[in-house]
């Protein structure tokens, strides 16, 4: 299924259940803009190479567009499409002031030198420099891409520009950057896990958890949910899965990765498994947290955890979510299980205009009320209109654009 089509019925129930009409939906369907450029750079060895850039501007109804950079091999412009749909109903859910946007590399980065990759960051800046912004549209890490690159944009940016530090987010902390936004998505995504489990009235010491995915948020999930007494039984990313059933060092774990370039192959911490049996694997909760569509409509009956939670982007294809459903199976939906990423970018951006900088225990507190406002929110509505937390979630978030739309008028 295309990454367009599911979100695209995700949305579809939600504007049932708000009985939005349908020249709404489609104008909220449809993008403000979508750009595709051509980025070429000479290699480090003179040979020249070409990439497709994009970036797609979904809504700005509520504030500038906001959504981070993918590079992957993968990438293109139905993928940009999707996920920077996903980002006006994220930061709505959340109740931040941006409406969503989303930008790409089609390149495989493992496969760059830092120079390169340096190289092509800038060149797409000179690119589309005058279509991004601090008042406009504000780009930010995802997959593939890392806090430095971050700084090379803010750097070409004010060349054209002048200084300018809030035009992007998740920066070095020594560039204009936040404590604890590197952090941030895997602290969101592991404290929401505790206040669903918590709902749900789970105990939440000993809870056995599974985490697909060790980049930037598996690994400060894991963290978290470690420091909270949970065990984390299996992990595992492109590279290898293991599985502990009396729970895996997670500290060994992180040097482990550390000591390979992030890689998770050739730890000796837990029994080998495949990723199909990662996901399919004996435990309470199941974390997702590296690309999208890996639970479809063929894997999703083997899913024996009872709670699913979207780090990633759109891990669950809609057939897999009815299935889950229909087993009683418990999804936290992406645009409120991983928004912890983007609310502490809202807080970096707010600092870079305000020239100030809070510290990291303001940081944590500010990100875990915001998020635990909204998983209230979100429960609220799932229970008072019995409806899954996904419907609910695109019920909040919708719903918000929608208001915002009707609000600054359309003339
Ligand atoms: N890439 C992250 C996301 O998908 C963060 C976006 C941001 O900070 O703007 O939510």
């Known amino acids: 299924m295309r990454a367009s089509d599911a979100t695209r019925i995700y949305f579809d129930r939600a504007a049932e259940q708000l009985d939005l009409s349908e020249s709404m939906r ?17 290699r480090d060895s003179g040979e020249l190479a070409t990439f497709i850039g994009y970036r797609v501007q979904h809504n700005d109804a509520r504030g500038p567009l906001k959504g981070g950079l993918r590079y992957h091999p993968q990438v293109d412009l139905d993928e940009v499409r999707s996920l920077a749909s996903l980002m006006t109903w994220k930061t709505a859910v959340v109740d931040i002031p941006y409406g969503g946007a989303k930008g790409g590399v089609a390149i495989d980065p493992s496969a760059c030198s830092l120079r390169e990759l340096e190289r092509v960051t800038r060149k797409f800046v000179d690119t589309i420099h005058d279509l991004f912004g601090p008042d406009v549209d504000i780009p930010a890490p995802d997959m593939g891409t890392t806090p430095d690159m971050m700084a090379w944009i803010m750097n070409q940016y004010g060349k054209y520009h002048g200084f300018s530090p809030a035009c992007v987010t998740g920066k070095p902390v020594e560039y204009h950057g936040l404590p604890g936004r590197d952090e941030a998505t895997g602290r969101g995504v592991g404290s929401l896990t505790l206040k669903l489990l918590s709902r749900l009235g789970r105990k939440i010491p000993g809870t056995r958890v599974a985490i697909q995915g060790f980049g930037n948020v598996g690994t400060h999930t894991a963290k978290y949910l ?8 299996a992990v595992g990313d492109a590279t290898g899965a293991f599985h502990r059933a009396e729970g895996i060092d997670v500290l060994e774990l992180l040097r482990h990765a550390r000591a390979n370039a992030g890689r998770l192959a050739g730890f000796t911490g837990g029994d080998t498994i495949s990723n199909a049996e ?134």
Request: glycine letters at 8%; aromatic letters at 6%; a negative charge.
């Open 26 to 42: 489609r104008l909220l369907l449809t993008a403000k803009r979508e750009v595709q450029v051509q980025i070429a750079i000479e």
């Open 226 to 233: 470690r420091d909270a007494e949970c065990k984390i039984v």
């Open 278 to 411: 990662l996901l399919a694997i004996d435990c309470d909760v199941l974390i997702p947290a590296a690309l999208g569509g890996v639970i479809t409509a063929a894997n999703a009956a083997s899913v024996r955890s009872p709670i699913v939670i979207e780090a990633a982007n759109a891990p669950v294809e809609p057939d897999a979510d009815d299935i889950l459903a229909s087993r009683g199976v418990v999804v936290l939906p992406d645009i409120l299980a991983n928004a912890g990423g983007v609310t502490a970018s809202w807080f970096e951006w707010v600092q870079n205009r305000q020239h100030y900088q809070w510290g990291l225990d303001r940081v944590r507190g500010e990100l875990d009320r915001i998020l635990g406002q909204a998983f209230e929110q979100v429960w609220q509505l799932s229970t008072s209109r019995q409806v899954p937390l996904r419907t609910a979630a695109y019920m909040l978030g919708v719903g918000r654009v929608a208001r915002a739309t009707v609000l600054g008028g359309i003339t």
